[in-house]
């Protein structure tokens, strides 16, 4: 039995537990017990998959496994993962099973909830082990569509309207997405590939004509783009996560943004590179603007979760960025970006409720000095800045110094200024996070009632130190996890790199 | 003639036997054992749906007027399946006593014979058993739809069913003589051979596509669809938007492909164009209503804007695509509507903010209401998501990129109104949200073979791949 499967059918399994539950004890016991599943057999993974290459295996693609599906338009449910989807599928496994242990709380309508947040994380994790665009696009898509009831029932604020805006925007996206993965698909008759295919890795040896490419390259780049935050179609994701219950901002900061980074890269790269050289420019002009316009946009917000909203749309700005150098350093600084950015927002989001739901409220003009009262969330708040505005030592600074690295080291001057404007967001995220650290957690008590606030309890203090040891790991021993990616970066990069040294 | 010939017409043969031995069943029962009617019908409705599967031969009757393939038979099991879930969906609303029959016999004798009409509509060979075929299957809908005599609505939907059919029949013959008079035959493959590209030839084919179009309510031939879709009883309304829209399409993609393939370009065309109209038009309209019955029938002349997507190009595989979309099209639209019907049988209630709050009381209702209306705004994993997905491809794999685009972003939007009602049900706070229904078994059998139908279709790839192997070699 092909390991990647279990990624399908223990979610399954967990839905079915959940629906025969009778308490709402039981609920969470499964969802955490199946989610915790999750977890270990995606870390599990990374130690299978090692093991693998070190024994001489240099596919493209490990653990790959075909099955015919509709085989009159050679559609395949085919499956199989690389050094970048193997470290994906670990962080959605963190981010899935602290979501779970942040929900614990959750009272209404516990089951479907539940049910809601698990078939969420079903579709992220199908995305990242699909090689054939077709069960892609199925996941995709699933993955979006829980989101609209996640938001729209346990959400708070103008829920209504973000949850619908959310869902509208990314399916929208998800029309742009359809018709180039369709271009793809219908192009793919080429000298070498007798028969129409949605096929990664058979799309990948095809030499499409540039005239295709240019078309087809803009559309699965946007359609990406759009989950990854590309401005100026990022609107929804400010509105959207803050409206969002704690598990699913996190989630969907901290994993659905990473699938538009990873399609980018996958199929909007990989699969059209002589359009991703040619018409790079056009997106690293919106991804320098999202990166900048995202970091001042957080700087004058006063809600919690829209400043990091903000800080995600300029974080995620700058995986796209990285990723349009086409650059191996840089490419390789993408893949830790998202995965740094996946971990440190979940635990921002994580606290943020935790604090919202002590406090019940997100302005920082109202708050302060929660250190004293609140000791345990104000550490990992202060850790989870840190990250975020590149400390040495957590997991932020290793990605986005390879990414300003691999990017400068780009002969032309567009791109070499181009980074330095983006290089730029390091000081303007580190007033950010400075500011809200200083508003929100030292200074004097502004209001009397949080003098009798309660600190962490144990499934809060779990999920918080998990997100941690995953984030000072990787910045304390990014070594291996950036060979892991590397290696794997190397077919793409070969087919990207016309211009670079490397 | 033998018996083995006759046997050929088995679907036409079984449903007539059906149809009088329910009409002579009321006459034995006594009168307070009418209701026995509806289990009568249910079991001789279900074998007949089973002996439709049984394997069947090809060929022609009549000389050539009456002619069937693997491919007619399938469309016609697929016309039994929907009827099926119709008539099951019926029997609270026949129960009860709101309807204008005082037997119950009647109102299935009526949709039998309309169906009796489409199986031969779809079997035609030639002109003039194609248009016995589409009256017989359009005339007693008119008066089905004003069947709730107390309704000023339902009279009226009546009224203008069939002032419109009866307009579009008078084109289509007109289009029919047109076609006569240029090639001297009424059969297909005789006009066939002698099509081409005329003026006359064309006009006359313009014609007879806007009479199918008035049937598939394609946009500018939808004018009366709402109107009737709300007039008309829920279970009514489901039959004319899934079965009656179903048999059209058919016999439009057999005509196209068969008579008129040689004027493949100039189809193409029309039907890019009011592909475009239909979706946008349906879906902006549907926007706006308030009235379900109005909603979803907005929603099935948005929906049936797609289907021009699979025929655009003439090929086989979108041919077949054609005929899946029709299938989950079934499940989901009966789905939405049997949930409809259930709450319309219960509280008389219609109108979108009468559902707010739904999922309080009704969990598995809402359920229902939800996976077909996802179903039908082609969301993964349901089953809609493969139909369109499949039409989306083989309109591609022609070229017609453009037109692609406009079918997704059109997709999109209907997506929104979709999530209007969900939102109703599931998000919208309510007092006193409708209360606990109880439907009864039927219904609940009906809503649990569409939901099964909406999940399971799309991953079953055979059902996909065995429609294909019979669409092979239409041309």
């Not at chain 1, 496994?93 to 929900?103: H, N, Y």
């Not at chain 1, 698990?118 to 990242?128: E, K, R």
């Not at chain 2, 016309?79 to 016999?105: D, H, P, Y």
Request: hydrophobic share 55%.
């Amino acid at each position: 039995m092909n390991i990647l499967t279990l990624f399908l059918i223990v979610p399954v399994l967990t839905v079915i537990a959940i629906l025969i539950s009778r308490t709402k004890e039981q609920i969470r016991v499964s969802a955490a017990v199946g989610m915790g599943i999750q977890l270990i057999q995606s870390i599990y993974l990374i130690f299978a998959y090692l093991a693998e290459r070190s024994r001489g295996n240099i596919d493209v693609m490990l653990f790959t496994k075909t099955w015919k599906w509709f085989e009159s338009m050679n559609i395949q449910f085919s499956i199989g993962v690389d050094g970048i989807s193997v470290s994906l599928i670990a962080l959605t496994g963190i981010v899935i099973f602290t979501g779970v242990l942040t929900s614990w709380h959750v009272d209404y309508l516990t089951k479907e909830f539940f049910i809601s947040l698990i078939v969420l994380s079903t579709g992220v994790f199908g995305f990242f082990i699909s090689l054939d665009l077709f069960t892609m696009f199925l996941f995709f898509e699933l993955a979006v569509i829980p989101m609209y009831l996640l938001i729209g029932i346990w959400g708070s604020g103008p829920k209504e309207y973000a949850a619908m805006k959310l869902t509208l925007m990314l399916m929208g996206a998800s029309a742009l997405l359809l018709v180039g993965i369709l271009g793809l698909y219908v192009n793919s008759v080429q000298t070498g590939n007798p028969e129409f295919t949605f096929n990664i890795v058979d799309l990948s040896r095809i030499d499409l004509p540039i005239e295709v490419q240019r078309v087809f390259f803009p559309m699965v780049f946007v359609g990406f783009g759009v989950l990854g935050a590309l401005f100026p179609f990022h609107t929804w994701s400010p509105d959207g996560h803050s409206s969002a219950p704690t598990a699913v901002s996190m989630l969907h900061a901290g994993v659905l943004m990473k699938m538009g980074g990873y399609g980018c890269l996958r199929v909007a790269m990989y699969l059209m590179p002589d359009a991703a050289n040619e018409m790079g420019w056009i997106f690293i002009i919106l991804t320098t603007i999202s990166v900048v316009y995202g970091a001042f946009g957080a700087i004058v917000q006063k809600d919690l979760k829209y400043i990091n909203a903000y800080s995600s749309v300029s974080h995620c700005g700058l995986v796209l960025f990285a990723i349009l150098m086409s650059d191996k350093i840089s490419s390789n600084g993408a893949v830790l970006q998202m995965i740094s950015h996946g971990l440190m927002t979940a635990l921002f989001f994580a606290l943020i409720g935790m604090i919202y739901e002590r406090t019940h409220t997100r302005d920082i003009r109202f708050m302060g000095g929660l250190m004293k009262v609140l000791p345990f969330l104000a550490v990992c708040y202060m850790i989870a800045g840190f990250a975020s505005l590149g400390l040495p030592g957590l997991s932020g600074f290793i990605a986005e110094m390879n990414i300003f690295v691999g990017a400068f080291q780009h002969s032309e001057t567009f791109y070499r200024v181009a980074t330095v404007i983006v290089c730029s967001s390091i000081v303007i995220t580190a007033v950010y996070i400075l500011r809200v650290v200083a508003a929100l957690l030292l200074g004097p008590i502004k209001n009397e009632e949080f003098n009798f606030l309660k600190d962490a309890v144990w499934f809060e203090k779990a999920s918080t130190v998990i997100l941690i040891i995953a984030i000072a790991g990787m910045g304390l021993a990014p070594l291996w996890l950036s060979e892991l990616i590397s290696e794997s970066l190397n077919p793409i990069i070969q087919k990207l790199s016309l211009l670079n040294i490397y | 003639m033998t018996l083995e010939n006759l046997l050929l017409m088995r679907h036409e043969l079984v449903l007539s036997v059906t149809a009088l031995v329910v009409l002579l069943s009321e006459l034995i029962l006594s009168k307070d054992d009418t209701k026995k009617v509806i289990p009568l019908l249910v079991f001789l409705f279900l074998i007949n749906t089973v002996i439709g599967f049984l394997p069947a031969k090809s060929g022609e009757l009549f000389g050539g007027m009456y002619r069937t393939t693997g491919l007619i038979i399938l469309m016609k099991n697929i016309l039994n399946i929907g009827v099926f879930i119709v008539f099951i969906q019926s029997a609270g609303w026949l129960k009860s006593n709101v309807t204008g029959f005082e037997n119950m016999g009647g109102y299935f004798f009526i949709l039998i014979s309309s169906l009796i009409g489409m199986d031969f509509m779809i079997s035609s060979g030639d002109f003039l058993m194609f248009y016995i075929g589409l009256e017989l299957a359009t005339i007693p809908l008119a008066a089905l739809v004003a069947s709730e005599k107390l309704k000023e609505k339902s009279s009226e939907a009546g009224v203008k069913l069939i002032l419109n059919a009866a307009l579009s029949s008078g084109i289509l013959l007109f289009g029919i003589s047109l076609l006569y008079g240029t090639t001297g035959s009424v059969y297909f493959y005789k006009v066939a051979q002698g099509f081409y590209y005329n003026t006359l030839q064309v006009l006359a084919f313009m014609f007879i596509f806007t009479g199918i179009a008035f049937k598939i309510s394609i946009v500018p031939f939808h004018l009366w669809t709402a109107d009737v879709y709300e007039g008309a009883p829920v279970n009514v309304t489901s039959f004319l938007s899934v079965v009656s829209k179903a048999s059209a399409v058919f016999i439009l993609v057999i005509l196209l492909f068969t008579v008129f393939h040689s004027i493949i370009d100039v189809w193409n065309d029309i039907l890019y164009y009011t592909a475009v109209l239909t979706m946008t038009i349906g879906n902006l309209f549907a926007i706006r209503q308030q009235n379900l019955k109005r909603f979803l029938a907005f929603s099935s002349i948005a929906q049936a804007g797609f289907i021009p997507l699979g025929i655009i190009g003439g090929t086989t595989l979108g041919f077949s695509s054609v005929i899946y979309f029709l299938l989950i099209y079934l499940f989901s639209n009966l789905g939405a509507f049997g949930v409809v019907a259930a709450v319309s049988n219960a509280t008389g209630k219609e109108n979108m903010n009468d559902y707010d709050g739904f999922y309080q009381t009704n969990k598995a209702l809402s359920l229902v209401m939800m996976l077909s209306l996802f179903s039908l705004a082609g969301i993964p994993p349901v089953a809609g998501f493969f139909g369109k997905f499949f039409l989306f491809t083989s309109a591609a794999r022609e070229g017609y990129f453009l037109l692609v685009f406009i079918a997704v972003v059109n997709a999109t939007i209907s997506l929104y109104y979709y999530l209007l009602v969900v939102k109703a049900m599931f998000i919208n706070k309510n007092e006193n949200p409708i209360q606990k229904i109880s439907s009864d078994g039927y219904m609940k059998a009906s809503l649990i073979l569409c939901t099964l139908g909406i999940i399971l279709i799309g991953f079953a790839g055979y059902i996909f791949e065995f429609i294909n192997s019979l669409t092979f070699g239409v041309k």
